[in-house]
């Protein structure tokens, strides 16, 4: 059994992540929690050359470590290790497995492998996951059926073709998730797990994803399926669904005023045939020339202030 403990699992829309150093005490746990998805969404928008670039690091440390025996390096490996799992929650796996076993006096240079391949599948991983996006959660390229889309796409595909995402018997275990419910809960082994764990949620409660209109990231539809704008966090901006919505506002806005304006001439130039200043055929011709500047204003090629100034002179 491991000294270690690291769960996840998905509970009212949102997803949930307790780890603790010593779980096999019985302490406390560290819990985390995440708007629906976003640590999948997150990680594929991970700029992998980065966390190369720390993985090596810390690698260097340990090799050092190992060589030397002196413990300045491992502290110093630790250090770079919390920092990556401050990046993304993933990383905090494999900072709790190193901290129990330095703790424990248990470390050994075998492990350094498994950093190594690490530093290789990375990159596979968010690869595979974001085809796997694209090709089965995708509403607006797979449809709104992932189980289907799934199917279909595991079924033309050879099923270990490397493109697709590989799923295999990860460790999920049942239990109290959240109050008066229960659910599956993930003890995962490798940041692999906690991916395939993620993208298996979204195909069983049949959960698509869009490309958000405003910040073209990849958001969950927990809700509506019309949704276009996504609620997922930003660091500096307004989220996108409030943005998005003023902007459409705005735009709607804008429609009106062009058709009221379009309106108001309309009427007076159709009053001018009765006054006798403007012939039927004039009024057509004036109508339809009046028409085409008004569809120029709603795209955008002339402004409101253009729109007035001909309707005016015309
Ligand atoms: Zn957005």
């Not at 050092?64 to 002196?70: N, V």
């Not at 996006?133 to 797979?142: C, F, N, T, Y």
Request: aromatic share 12%; glycine share 8%; proline share 4%.
């Amino acid at each position: 059994m491991n000294m270690w403990s690291y769960q996840m699992y998905f509970s009212g829309g949102q997803e949930h992540f307790e780890y603790d150093p010593w779980g096999g005490r019985g302490s406390a746990a560290t819990q985390r929690s995440y708007p629906y998805l976003e640590s999948l969404l997150s990680f594929l928008e991970l700029d992998c050359a980065q966390v190369e670039g720390q993985l090596q690091d810390i690698l260097t440390c340990w090799n050092r470590f190992f060589s030397t025996g002196d413990s300045t390096h491992g502290d110093e490996a630790m250090a770079k290790m919390g920092e990556l799992a401050a990046r993304h929650i993933y990383f905090q796996l494999p900072y709790l497995q190193w901290f129990t076993h330095k703790a424990a006096g248990t470390l050994a240079p075998e492990m350094t492998e498994e950093l190594l391949q690490l530093l290789e599948q990375l990159p596979v991983y968010q690869r595979q996951a974001q085809a796997f996006i694209e090709v089965v959660l995708d509403i607006d390229r797979a449809g709104r059926d992932t189980q289907r889309s799934m199917s279909g796409q595991y079924r033309i595909n050879e099923p270990d073709a490397p493109a697709l995402f590989q799923f295999q018997a990860i460790s999920v275990g049942f239990g109290s998730i959240g109050e008066e419910m229960c659910g599956s809960i993930l003890q995962p082994n490798t940041i692999r797990d906690l991916i395939d764990f993620s993208l298996r949620e979204c195909v069983t409660s049949g959960t698509s994803v869009r490309r958000c209109r405003n910040c073209g990231r990849y958001f969950p539809l927990t809700g509506r399926v019309t949704a276009e704008y996504c609620e997922r966090p930003n660091a500096d901006r307004k989220p996108c669904r409030n943005t998005g919505a003023v902007q459409k506002w705005t735009e709607n806005r804008k429609d009106d005023a062009v058709f009221k304006e379009y309106r108001r001439e309309y009427k007076r130039h159709f009053a001018w045939i009765r006054a006798g200043k403007l012939s039927a055929e004039e009024f057509a011709d004036w109508s339809k020339r009046a028409q085409a500047k008004k569809k120029d204003c709603e795209d955008g090629k002339i402004s409101l202030d253009d729109l007035k100034t001909w309707m005016k002179n015309s």
